[in-house]
């Protein structure tokens, strides 16, 4: 029993063998923090040199042109056609051989110009027949006439009854009326010996012909000898929204000639000059929409029967109004700003409301003033307050800059036209361009620029040259 509870005695005084293994874990942990610290530690000290290194972004460089006051049109556009105002499908009114044809397909005739001749001898005959006939009834009644004297004289001598002297002079009637009868048959025959000389009835283009010389031709056929258009003046048939048209009516009414422009189907080359001459009295309900009409002198022929053209209608001119190029305008979620460029050389977001477009310019009606300076090329790049390098507007090329590669020097503008950036996109082993790395156009702009790229750098052509258009993207 007592060695029972000295060996009780003597595992009670010794710790449990557990305790004396956990002292490690706190240097554990000790040491997975001072790692974790030195990591974090590292890397934001690489993080800080790092942008201590990296060297500020260099100004963008932008064209800008500051905004002038100038006049602009107020215009009402319509896709239109050409309506001649006469076209003539000649017939013949009388029967026969064409004989001889006057004119060439195509050919422009005057009013009166003979175009074709009909056998005019049966007509002649009639004509000589006629003729006969009167001389025959003239003389009749001239014999008639000499009785009627001597019936008259018996009578006032009580030598012939009265019934005699009424018989003679109702014969002398018959012979006058027979007389206009002969004449008539004249100028029948006359009428249509005239008629087998075919005249143009109106002045213009004639068509392809429908019938060849030697060929019976009638009165009654409905396709006739030739088409004949006039020209001069010509009419131009464009719709307008029924919107529009209580201005129109308006100008109308104050005796106004409001001007019309006949443009191509790219709208890029006015064709004719003319005036409004009427408008339709109803509107289209199934396309909301009233015909106008516009006349044009058509000197030169540039309009051609049937052709579709873009009809411009001047409505009014705003004179003195805030002009900026079209490329300016910008769009956003927040509606149409410009950048303009403060006198530190920085940009500045401008909300503008935007007025008439016409062509390149685009009035504004609130937020420019004149003489701000507004970025017209490079805004793709640009966001509040950067930094800009302006380029020297004579030396910018207009439209595409010289293509590299293929003659294309630095500083030299291009033929580019509207819609295209200053160059186009470089590719591997194609044409490569310094002047716009974007490609063509500005996406945020209200469509494609209307021009004023940079002077394209020349970077060759082949493979060999494609870094070098890479590095300039």
Same mark, same amino acid.
């Given at each position: ?109 005057? +009013? ?67 007389? +206009? ?88 080359? +006015? ?203």
């Amino acid at each position: 029993m007592p060695e029972l509870l000295n060996s009780t005695e003597r595992d009670s005084s010794y710790p449990p063998p557990a305790r004396k293994r956990r002292w490690w874990i706190p240097v554990l942990v000790v040491a997975v923090v001072a790692l974790g610290w030195y990591l974090f530690a590292g890397r934001q000290k690489a993080a800080t040199s790092k942008n201590a290194a990296k060297p500020a972004p260099p100004p963008a460089p932008v064209l800008a042109l500051p905004a002038r006051k100038g006049d602009v049109g107020v215009y009402l556009n319509g896709l239109g056609t050409v309506s001649p105002l006469n076209t003539v499908v000649v017939k013949s009114r009388v029967d026969g051989q064409l004989m001889e044809v006057r004119f060439r397909e195509g050919q422009l005739v005057k +009013k009166g110009e003979l175009l074709a001749l009909i056998d005019p001898r049966p007509f002649q005959v009639q004509l000589t027949q006629a003729e006969g006939q009167m001389a025959r009834d003239r003389e009749l009644l001239r014999n008639a006439q000499v009785d009627l004297e001597r019936y008259r004289l018996l009578w006032s001598q009580d030598s012939i009854p009265r019934q005699q002297l009424d018989t003679q002079e109702s014969l002398v009637r018959q012979y006058q009326a027979a007389i +206009k009868i002969d004449q008539g048959s004249i100028d029948n025959a006359k009428l249509q010996i005239t008629y087998s000389r075919i005249t143009a009835p109106v002045s213009g283009r004639v068509g392809l012909r429908q019938v060849d010389p030697g060929n019976m031709v009638h009165a009654s056929d409905t396709n006739g000898l030739v088409l004949i258009t006039q020209l001069q003046p010509s009419a131009v048939l464009f719709p307008i929204p029924e919107d529009s048209l209580p201005p129109v009516l308006a100008k109308l009414k104050t005796g106004a000639k409001l001007g019309v422009a006949a443009y191509d189907r790219e709208q890029k080359q +006015k064709l004719a000059d003319g005036t409004l001459l009427t408008v339709d009295n109803q509107i289209d309900p199934t396309t909301g929409t009233v015909r106008l009409k516009a006349l044009f002198p058509n000197l030169n022929n540039e309009l051609f029967p049937n052709q579709f053209v873009n009809a411009r209608l001047l409505l009014e001119v705003k004179r003195q109004a805030v002009l900026v190029g079209s490329s300016a305008i910008q769009r956003g979620p927040q509606g149409t700003f410009v950048y303009l460029v403060k006198p530190d050389r920085t940009v500045t977001v401008r909300p503008v409301t935007v007025g008439v477009v016409q062509g390149d310019d685009t009035s504004i009606s609130a937020g420019v003033n004149e003489g701000d300076l507004v970025v017209v090329d490079g805004a793709e790049r640009l966001r509040e307050g950067s930094k800009v390098d302006l380029r020297d507007p004579s030396k910018a090329g207009r439209g595409k800059g010289g293509q590299a590669g293929q003659g294309g020097k630095p500083g030299q503008p291009g033929p580019g036209g509207q819609g295209q950036g200053a160059s186009h996109g470089a590719a591997p082993g194609a044409q490569g361009s310094l002047a716009n790395p974007a490609g063509t156009g500005n996406p945020a702009g209200p469509g494609a620029p209307s021009g004023s790229g940079a002077p394209a750098v020349p970077q060759g052509r082949g493979a060999q040259n494609a870094p070098a258009a890479r590095q300039a993207r």
